[in-house]
């Protein structure tokens, strides 16, 4: 079955680094993949995507500090966070659209401590 499958997460001290991957498993022609994050109480919200072509997107809150890369040979996304604040701490959820249906990861738990 399609799937995407998350790794990478973990805890990390403010000012350090993380590098989530998610590798897409049976969906093919893949568009868009990107990565959005959830805390409790709050709705899901739009981390960084990448296109096929390799446009990219990213949220105000991350540009300068989150890096979003692609292979599409592997059909695999990464996320590259740098100089992590508390207020990055969420469950991030890796995400990839394919002509119109759209796929998400089971979450991966980011903690950054002060």
């Known amino acids: 079955q399609a799937q995407l499958v998350e790794s990478g997460g973990g805890l990390v001290q403010a000012g350090g680094s993380l590098r989530l991957s998610c590798a897409a498993s049976r969906i093919i022609n893949i568009n868009v993949m990107g990565w959005y994050r959830q805390v409790p109480g709050k709705p899901r919200e739009l981390v960084a995507t990448i296109a096929r072509a390799g446009t990219t997107n990213y949220a105000d809150s991350v540009k300068g500090r989150f890096t979003i890369s692609r292979d599409s040979a592997k059909n695999t996304v990464y996320l590259q966070m740098n100089s992590l604040k508390p207020e990055d701490t969420a469950v991030y959820y890796c995400?990839?659209?394919?002509?119109?249906?759209?796929?998400w990861g089971q979450g991966t738990q980011v903690t950054v401590s002060s």
């Open positions: 995400y990839a659209q394919a002509w119109t249906e759209v796929y």
